[in-house]
Antibody
Framework: EVQLVESGGGLVQPGGSLRLSCAAS????????MNWVRQAPGKGLEWLSY????????YYADSVKGRFTISRDNAKNSLYLQMNSLRAEDTAVYYC???????????????????WGQGTLVTFSS | DIQLTQSPSFLSASVGDRVTITCRASQGISSYLAWYQQKPGKAPKLLIYAASNLQSGVPSRFSGSGSGTEFTLTISSLQPEDFATYYC?????????FGQGTRLEIK
């Protein structure tokens, strides 16, 4: 079964840091582009970051650029999101999602995100 | 960044109705558009990719169309399990964006 499982969310203070993890199983992780998406309480979906299958290319939304860092370990079938300088507005459920399939040096990211993990909640303490 | 605007933002309909949700892009995105369904407390589920291709396992009452800047998601005959929030997503660039969502509720 193709599956993504996030972990690492929790309660954090403003200005603090947190590292989210996403464990992949059931598919060849190193052949896929990966993404992080978040959803604030009662709000819509916000794409945060993309990483290529090899990890050589990374892109970020303006809202997190310079504060968040995406990375992956293909040997461990794992995706990560290092979040620094956290703000109250970063409160959200964070999802990892599988993107495009890569083969022969070419990737096709037009098939959408599938599957998604179950999400991990990041909240702030006052 | 490419902006996606969904309409309507809220839709009330009955079981058996045919409903259409529109997604407009601020610039042309060819057919690089996907649709998702999300139920409360759950992760989004991919319904349609490349504007009109039905994801494996998704019922055939769901269909998508469009290209360029205007796209539609149609549910031909609403079932009770279809009441959820729907999002469009553009994949034309690596700076991916989502529409604001359309909440579909039972009338």
């Amino acid at each position: 079964e193709v599956q993504l499982v996030e972990s690492g969310g929790g309660l954090v203070q403003p200005g603090g840091s947190l590292r989210l993890s996403c464990a992949a199983s059931g598919f060849t992780f190193s052949s896929y582009e990966m993404n992080w998406v978040r959803q604030a309480p009662g709000k819509g979906l916000e794409w945060l970051s993309y990483i290529s299958s090899s990890g050589s290319a990374k892109y970020y939304a303006d809202s997190v650029k310079g504060r968040f860092t995406i990375s992956r370990d293909n040997a461990k079938n794992s995706l990560y999101l290092q979040m620094n300088s956290l703000r109250a507005e970063d409160t959200a459920v964070y999802y990892c999602a599988r993107g495009g399939y890569c083969s022969g040096g070419r990737c096709d990211g037009t098939f959408g995100f599938d599957p998604w993990g179950q999400g991990t909640l990041v909240t702030f303490s006052s | 960044d490419i902006q996606l605007t969904q309409s309507p933002s809220f839709l009330s309909a009955s079981v058996g109705d045919r409903v259409t949700i529109t997604c407009r892009a601020s610039q042309g995105i060819s057919s690089y558009l996907a649709w998702y369904q999300q139920k409360p407390g759950k992760a989004p589920k991919l319904l349609i990719y490349a504007a009109s291709n039905l994801q494996s396992g998704v019922p055939s009452r769901f269909s998508g169309s469009g290209s360029g800047t205007e796209f539609t998601l149609t549910i031909s005959s609403l079932q009770p399990e279809d009441f959820a929030t729907y999002y469009c997503q553009q994949l034309n660039s690596y700076r991916i964006t989502f529409g604001q969502g359309t909440r579909l509720e039972i009338k």
